[in-house]
């Protein structure tokens, strides 16, 4: 069975920084690409970063181009998410989500996704 756990969030002021992580089981991870997205108040889930299965191809949305950055480390199963800058704006749920299309921000293409945890940014 496939599990992604998130861990890391919490509460930020404007300009401050957190963490995420994301630690995979139950699959092959360095078959999947990791991708982090981010459901806003009353709003749909969007995209906010990937990274393949090479660690060194990363993308992002454009909100978060420059603050976000993404990494993985296919030896612990686990992709991190460093979140610098922080705006009110990036609060919400982050859910972690796996995919084998390698260069997908298309939610219906992750397979699998965490529970999904809380980031509140304060002004």
């Known amino acids: 069975q496939v599990q992604l756990a998130e861990s890391g969030g919490g509460l930020a002021q404007a300009g401050g920084s957190l963490r995420l992580s994301c630690a995979a089981s139950g699959l092959t991870f360095n078959s999947y690409a990791m991708g982090w997205f981010l459901q806003a108040p009353g709003k749909e889930r969007e995209f906010v970063a990937r990274i393949s299965w090479s660690p060194n191809s990363a993308d992002y949305a454009g909100s978060v181009e420059g603050r976000f950055t993404i990494s993985r480390d296919n030896a612990k199963n686990t992709v991190d998410h460093q979140m610098t800058s922080l705006k009110p704006e990036d609060t919400g749920v982050y859910y972690c989500?796996?995919?084998?299309?390698?260069?997908?921000?298309?939610?219906?293409?992750?397979?699998?996704w965490g529970q999904g945890i809380q980031v509140t940014v304060s002004s």
């Open positions: 989500a796996a995919t084998t299309f390698h260069l997908s921000r298309d939610k219906v293409r992750y397979a699998h």
